[in-house]
């Protein structure tokens, strides 16, 4: 008989200091392997004659105590807190309650307890833009909230840039979310005696809730209200919300978790390989900004010309020459946007020459697209007054503004001709944008302006203006003598909240004492 060689095995550490004791290891039937001393996982390689495999990612990333729980707490509070079909106190419960579970079950697991105060920060954005649901009853702004949320809570968990792109680190939790699927199912197959455990105790919380919560819930009104508004109904459209709020919540929390046991490698500024010769950037450089200089020449003719001349040389009136130029002069500063990250990041600057150049080319193109985003700014604005303000146009003026800090922040980046910080930079100026729209209240602002236009006798859009949220209450029914007209409609679409759905708008909007009903 010949001797049997034994099979290779390979330690793979864990790339976080959530190594610790780990739980829901595969058994040895499936892994083969143990935790080695150095806190690594020990995986027997399988026995391929021709062929070399290795083992999933989520084979070997370890779990550490209380991600399991962590992840069903995260799930039943999410799907218990959050109101899921408008904007309402329980959004910023739940995600306080989701980001407490991650920071303590991470903070347990890494040796080093300092915390990183670019996460923190970018921690805080999230929760600040998931409040505004406690604060504003306008759906399409909560929405834009909850997205910019995400990215903050992604990049927070992130930490440091890694070598991957912005995009993937602006996303890295609910792309990993799915990749924890499998991770999830392995801890729990390998929880071994501790399911039948959880199932005791589940058993016997069960049974004191049955015993007990009938009893307080028949002693006081109050409390059995409460408790009707977080207990699920049995109906199917009321499970479906559940279960998918519960499995958003839950993998979510676990993509957050899946990230921090195993990082991305950190980047480094390294050294960076250009791409073409000085020519071959300065020339569409020098052409682009002598394209602008000459458009800011025009504009100045404009200025002194008055909008008169500029109307009778073009044959247009005064809408479509604003309409006109709007989109064309945002196309232009977001594809120089665009041309400005490329010279950044692949145009040569080894010598002393080939960086001044760089930097007087590139600072006179941010400068010139800032005269753009005034231009496309006065002429949006121009369209307004003539035909009323709404929300998309209001999001596309915050949108160039937006970009105009972007070409602020390319000004910065050319004294050191450093560009890493830029995409991140730019993320958390747009989620800063937003809470500032937020915070001024943006559908008061649109209606405010359209009731100064019919104060100077243009019409006023009533229709429109019942399509809003109960945002506009304190404006309307102080300015507009037939406010009933628009806000009675409102009344009735309003619903009873439950404590979880509570909304400070909504909540004031009962408050509000409308004027007796006039002709509408």
């Not at 759906?139 to 995009?167: I, K, Q, T, Y």
């Amino acid at each position: 008989m010949t001797e049997e060689k034994p099979r290779p095995a390979h330690a793979v550490p864990p790339e976080n200091a959530v190594g610790g004791a780990v739980e829901g290891a595969a058994p040895p039937a499936a892994d083969a392997g143990a935790i080695g001393s150095g806190g690594g996982v020990a995986v027997a390689e399988p026995f391929t004659p021709m062929l070399v495999r290795s083992a999933p990612k989520s084979a070997v990333v370890p779990m550490v105590a209380g991600v399991l729980p962590a992840v069903a707490v995260a799930g039943v509070a999410t799907a218990t807190l959050v109101p899921l079909d408008r904007p309402g106190i329980g959004w910023l419960l739940a995600a306080l309650v989701v980001t407490a579970l991650i920071v303590v079950v991470d903070r347990r697991a890494r040796e080093e307890k300092t915390t990183r105060r670019a996460s923190v920060a970018w921690a805080a954005l999230a929760l600040a833009l998931v409040a505004v649901g406690a604060v504003r009853a306008s759906e399409w702004l909560f929405g834009l909230c909850v997205v910019a949320a995400l990215v903050a809570g992604s990049l927070a968990v992130v930490g440091p840039r890694s070598v991957n792109s912005a995009l993937y680190d602006a996303l890295a939790v609910p792309l990993e979310a799915f990749h924890a699927i499998p991770w999830v199912a392995r801890g729990l197959r390998g929880r071994g005696t501790q399911r039948g455990r959880v199932l005791g105790a589940a058993l016997g919380a069960a049974a004191v809730l049955a015993v007990f919560l009938p009893l307080l819930t028949s002693a006081d009104a109050t409390f059995a209200h409460f408790v009707g508004a977080l207990v699920p109904d049995l109906r199917a459209d009321s499970a479906v919300r559940w279960g998918f709020l519960f499995c958003a919540g839950a993998f979510g929390t676990a993509g957050a978790y899946y990230v921090l046991a195993a990082p991305p490698r950190r980047a480094t500024d390294g050294n960076r390989k250009a791409q073409g010769d000085s020519l071959l950037w300065t020339v569409p450089l020098v052409t682009l900004v002598v394209l602008f200089a000459a458009y800011v020449v025009v504009r100045l003719v404009e200025l002194f010309g008055g909008t008169d001349y500029v109307l009778r040389t073009g044959g247009l009136t005064s809408a479509e020459y604003a309409r006109g130029g709007f989109w064309q002069l945002c196309a232009c500063t977001v594809l120089t946007l665009g041309i400005i990250a490329l010279a950044l990041r692949w145009a040569p600057r080894e010598t002393a020459a080939e960086r001044l150049r760089q930097r007087v080319l590139l600072g006179a193109l941010a400068a010139l697209s800032l005269v753009l985003v005034v231009s496309a700014l006065s002429r949006m604005w121009t369209y307004q007054e003539a035909y009323g303000f709404t929300v998309l146009r209001l999001l596309v003026e915050v949108c160039e503004l937006w970009l105009g800090c972007v070409f602020l922040l390319v000004g910065a980046a050319l004294v050191t001709l450093r560009s890493s910080w830029l995409p991140r930079a730019a993320i958390a100026t747009a989620a800063g944008a937003l809470l500032a729209l937020a915070v001024t209240n943006p559908e008061a602002l649109i209606a405010g302006a359209n009731l100064d236009r019919a104060e100077h006798g243009k019409p006023l859009d009533l229709a429109y203006l019942r399509g809003f949220s109960t945002d506009i209450f304190p404006v309307v029914a102080e300015r507009l003598p037939n406010a009933d007209c628009v806000l009675g409609p409102m009344l009735l679409r309003l619903d009873d909240d439950s404590w979880p759905g509570w909304n400070l708008s909504r909540a004031r909007a009962l408050d509000v004492e409308l004027p007796p009903p006039g002709h509408c």
